[in-house]
């Protein structure tokens, strides 16, 4: 740890984009619209985050780190990491996060996920959660 006093990790903002069956909107721009939301609610700017944390079996493919980094404008990244699928991989995410901010690593940490099923014909959600 850094420096001499503890450090306790807290969700500061919750960030959501619009539900719908069937969404004009990307994806990618679903997850930037919650992170937005939960940078404002944190009241946080994007070059105050220092890490980037997810899932690992939908998001590499759908809304990847690198690219959540860039779209963002997050210029002060330190890590980012992908963590176990099938659900349990966004707990993990949350984990991860918190114990680089209490070891001192980092100050800020981004959470996200979000799913595109209802971009298809046969689907009907899409959402972003987003926790920082």
Same mark, same amino acid.
């Given at each position: 740890m850094r420096g001499t006093r503890a450090r306790t990790a807290c969700i500061a903002?919750? !960030?959501? $984009? @619009? +539900? $719908?069956?069937?969404?004009? @909107?990307? =994806?990618a721009g679903l997850v930037l619209d919650a992170v937005d939301a939960a940078l404002t609610d944190a009241a946080l700017g994007p070059?105050? *985050?220092?890490? %980037?944390? @997810?899932? $690992? =079996? *939908?998001m590499p493919s759908r809304v990847s780190t690198d690219k959540l980094i860039a779209l963002a404008g997050f210029g002060d990244v330190r890590t980012a990491a992908y963590h176990s699928? +099938? !659900?349990? &991989?966004? &707990?993990?995410? *949350?984990?991860?996060?918190? #114990?680089?901010?209490?070891s001192?690593?980092? #100050?800020?940490? %981004?959470? +996200?996920?979000?799913?595109?099923? &209802?971009d298809r014909k046969s689907t009907r959600l899409n959402s972003s959660h987003i926790t920082i």
């Open positions: 903002g919750v !960030g959501e $984009s @619009t +539900y $719908s069956a069937r969404s004009d @909107t990307p =994806l070059d105050e *985050v220092q890490a %980037v944390h @997810t899932e $690992s =079996l *939908v699928g +099938y !659900g349990a &991989g966004v &707990g993990q995410a *949350v984990v991860a996060a918190a #114990e680089a901010i209490e001192g690593c980092v #100050e800020n940490a %981004v959470v +996200y996920f979000g799913v595109d099923f &209802g």
